[in-house]
Nanobody, 124 residues
Framework: QVDLVESGGGSAQAGESLRLSCTAS????????LGWFRQAPGKEQEFVAG???????KYGDSVKDRFTISRDNEKNTLDLLMTSLKPDDTAVYYC??????????????????WGQGTQVTVSP
């Protein structure tokens, strides 16, 4: 069992930055894969970024070169630094964990544990 709690959401103007954090408890953090997903109103949930237990990363096309995912295995935290924000980034952002830890999983069905979500709103 892994419990995930996101924080850091809020409002920003286009072009600004926000940092999301996810704190995990339960199963050994360093052995799991992690990811961020988001869901905008009326749209399907979208893969944002993922990171393996060894730090390999992958990004969704819409956030590549703007967002950075990172993990701290000592603090049991997962971060998402979002820069050059756009109104299209407005969504509820979810932290997720998977037992599949050696490659980045982009399919939400491969993540067993989810946080409650945090809202990010970007205005023009």
């Amino acid at each position: 069992q892994v419990d995930l709690v996101e924080s850091g959401g809020g409002s920003a103007q286009a072009g600004e930055s926000l940092r999301l954090s996810c704190t995990a408890s339960g199963r050994a953090f360093r052995y799991i894969g992690l990811g961020w997903f988001r869901q905008a109103p009326g749209k399907e949930q979208e893969f944002v970024a993922g990171i393996t237990r060894y730090g390999a990363v992958k990004y969704g096309d819409s956030v590549k070169d703007r967002f950075t995912i990172s993990r701290d295995n000592e603090k049991n935290t997962l971060d998402l630094l979002m820069t050059s924000l756009k109104p299209d980034d407005t969504a509820v952002y979810y932290c997720a964990a998977t037992s599949s830890a050696l490659i980045v999983r982009t399919d939400r069905q491969q993540y067993e544990y989810w946080g409650q979500g945090t809202q990010v709103t970007v205005s023009p």
